[in-house]
């Protein structure tokens, strides 16, 4: 539709790889279900002195074969090379798996190797360097259809909406009843100990009370930061996975919101922390609280083995050594059993009817745990579960603790919180870096199963991040003490200036593969530092409507364009400030364009489109304004 990157050996010294599937180009794909013939045709021009292409591969661990490629053709300079794999019998031996492959070029008594740049582009070296990351997984695994071309948005339940119901009451936290002035309860330090019992009174029963709100955006999905009984405001130090905590409304309020979402076409997701919990707790019960016999109390306790315990009781593991969460043994059987096998903590809020989970620090759980997980989940909801890691990196090789995880080979997680690709954003928008951002998009979109792409979790902010307009406008955010931060407001000229961004930045998480995540407020122009400056309550009556019908018009937009459910995507041209990518199935095909460069960008399209976000026509020719981003369907 638009300009195409360099895709040809003409006239230069490169070689061309690419994989075709079924006589289909798939060049930009690195992950196969399992028995998938893969073809791999490298075009090497002659002037490189190649006289052999030796594909060399080996599974993750084990050692490497060499596969040689046929000669098939010369023309016009160009010797062609071809080779398939089975991935079932030959390589796989039947077995998903990590492989890893590079192509040796032999001149003579010199051997040149590809190095992978972003798993889909590569250099050429004197030594073997990255290579291509190859994933087969399993030919039953699929994502949730329901959930690919919706729009999340997550909400953390304390600081949304005080909704009308009846909710429980405590004489060991603070109420703040001023959802203007902003979190006062706050750390000296980041690290240092806090209470986090300061409450503002956001319950379960006021986002149902909001839903025709969230409907308006777009919303098909809203994932709740935990909502189950806990002393802090927060909820991440669990006191009892079996309640919903009395202060957003208990368990019947969360009935209501199931109920009423589904009215609206909308699921709900929950928030699994699973990885630890908190020190008042049913299972630890340090302060005694609970009716139960914890693992701090008593070396007979149920919940002993639980733990880790270096010194009994007052030494034991925690998350990121923080005392009030003592780390969960997830190889202990009674506790996964509890947490995520039948009958167990996952199957009750399945049966609810609930849409799924993110898991808190996928990490941290381990492979029996998520493969027991996923059945559950799975099974409890005839397959339309979903399930969402919380992972930082490229999700396809991740090394955590010193083990490789399998997350996406079909038999534990769904998606990811795709972190990268807000990176990558970040480094476009604020430094028009669009090379970072190709290379990311390219990388993760090559790395993950198609299923996968459908569904990962794109969010620009989220609890753990600062506001992603102070992100944008803000360079002395990350700077600031906390004393500081808890009055810190950007003045007029820095909210205009990062708006702006943030129209380009929300359209490209809008249409880029995977599912936009809005974090509650970010619509609405909420500001703020780290944690727990980024949690502010929502400034209901005071929104920058700007903002929030840029948002309304983006969740208009996926709904009305299957694209962004299924489409392929592929980016056709970037340089410095400005990039421009395709989504396309069948049905349809649209090009995204975005220039936060300090001119113009002109761009020849031969062909009469309209731009989605102002309805304005353009034919052959159009010119990308600086600081904008156009969505163009052809018309």
Known sequence: MLLRLHESAENGSMPVITKYVNGEDASVKGAFSLGTSLTFNVKCPRRLGASAIVLRINRDGD???????????????????????????????????????????????????????????????????????????????????????????????????????????????????????????????????????????????????????????????????????????????????????????????????IAKAKEKGIRLILDGVFNHTGSDSVYFNRYGKYNSVGAYQSKDSEYKDWYFFKEFP??????????????????????????????????????MGVGGWRLDVADELSNDFLDILRDTVKNASDGEGIIIGEVWENAADKIAYGKRRRYFRGKQLDSVMNYPVRNGILAFVNEGDAETLYNVLTELYSSYPEPVCHSLMNSLGTHDTERILSVLGDKDILELTNEELSIHKMNPTQVKKAVAKLKVASTLQYTVFGVPSVYYGDEAGLEGGHDPFCRQPFPWGKENT?????????????????????????????????????????????LVVANVGKSSKGCGIGCEVVDLLTGKIYKNNLSVAPGTAMILKLV
């Open 63 to 257: 050692s490497y074969r060499d596969i040689s490629l046929s000669f098939v053709a010369f023309n016009g300079g160009i010797d062609e090379y071809e080779t398939t794999l089975s991935l079932d019998r030959e390589l796989c031996g039947g077995e998903d798996g990590l492989f890893y492959y590079e192509f040796l070029f032999v001149r003579g008594y010199e051997t040149l190797f590809t190095s992978s740049v972003n798993n889909v582009d590569f250099r050429l070296c004197d030594y073997s360097e990255d290579k291509f990351r190859l994933l087969v997984y399993s030919p039953d695994f699929k994502t949730p259809d329901w959930f690919h071309g919706g729009t999340m948005y997550q909400i953390f339940t304390d600081r949304f909406f005080c909704g009308k119901g009846e909710v429980g009451t405590r004489n060991d936290v603070i109420m703040n009843s001023d959802w203007q002035s902003g979190v006062k309860q706050y750390a000296e330090y980041p690290g240092a100990p806090v209470a986090n019992n300061e409450f503002f009174g956001g319950n379960l029963w006021g986002i149902a009370e909001k839903l025709d709100y969230l409907k308006s955006l777009g919303v098909t999905v809203i994932y709740l930061n935990p909502i189950f009984e806990a002393y802090s405001s927060h909820k991440y130090d669990t006191g009892d996975y079996m309640k919903v905590d009395a202060m957003f409304g208990g368990e019947k309020a969360l009935e209501n919101l």
């Open 546 to 590: 700007e903002l929030t019908e840029h948002y309304r018009k983006l969740g208009e937009i996926r709904k009305e364009n299957s694209v962004f459910a299924d489409g392929r995507f592929k980016v056709v041209a970037f340089t410095k400030g400005f990039i421009a990518y395709e989504r396309y199935n069948e049905d349809e095909n649209i």
């Open 314 to 351: 007052d030494s034991y593991e925690c998350w990121w050594n923080i005392e009030i969460l003592p780390k969960l043994n997830p190889e202990c059987v009674a506790c996964r059993d509890f947490l995520c096998n039948k009958g167990g903590v996952a199957e009750k809020y399945m049966k």
